[in-house]
């Protein structure tokens, strides 16, 4: 088992002390409870491990040439600008 010091503000020690007495706990065992209730409560992502990749959309099927897609671009641009 692994010894640590770990920092309280006073109103929460004096709580947390009367809860383990109350219970006859040692302040010790609240810690190691709290922290295991915790971590259960936020589990560790389970996501894919590894390098992140560029997500793929789907277009649903919209095949529009890149040049099409510039020309519309440039027209629009000229339309707003006319306004």
Same mark, same amino acid.
């Given at each position: 088992?692994? *010894?640590?010091? @770990?920092? $309280?503000?006073?109103?929460? &020690? ?10 006859? +706990? ?5 810690? *190691?409870?709290? @922290?295991? $209730?915790?971590?259960?409560? &936020? ?10 990749? +560029? ?10 040439? $890149? ?17």
């Amino acid at each position: 088992m692994t *010894r640590t010091q @770990i920092q $309280l503000p006073d109103e929460l &020690y004096q709580r947390v002390k009367a809860f383990a007495e109350q219970r006859e +706990l040692s302040l010790a065992e609240v810690a *190691r409870r709290g @922290i295991e $209730l915790f971590l259960s409560r &936020y589990p560790e992502p389970s996501g894919p491990s590894g390098e992140w990749k +560029l997500p793929c959309v789907d277009g649903g099927g919209l095949n529009v040439p $890149l040049e099409q897609l510039r020309a519309m671009a440039v027209e629009d641009e000229a339309t707003r600008s006319l306004r």
